[in-house]
């Protein structure tokens, strides 16, 4: 991680479509903590939504550590293409 300050994501993953929305908060720690507080009781009882807080250098770091909400069908297409050729 060395020097670069955290950057805070928030992902509300919704489980049925497979698909992830990130806010994206800076530094902003405090913003992104009561932006996830909020939607936490705003979908509480929705069971289908996965939300979380995390953060990281950069968004390219938290696709790699929470791949799993992330949509890597192109890269499997990417790879399946060259194990065809």
């Given amino acids: 991680m060395g020097d670069t ?3 805070h994501f928030l992902i509300t993953y919704d489980i049925e479509a497979g698909q992830a929305k990130v806010r994206r908060f800076g530094e902003n720690y405090s913003a992104a903590l009561d932006a996830y507080t909020k939607a936490e009781d705003a979908h509480k009882n929705d069971t289908n939504l996965d ?7 950069n968004i390219d770091v938290i696709k790699r550590t929470h791949s799993s909400y992330f949509d890597t069908r192109d890269e499997f297409d990417s790879l399946l293409a060259g194990i065809l050729k």
């Fill in 5 to 7: 300050p955290i950057k």
């Fill in 51 to 57: 939300i979380v807080l995390v953060g990281a250098e």
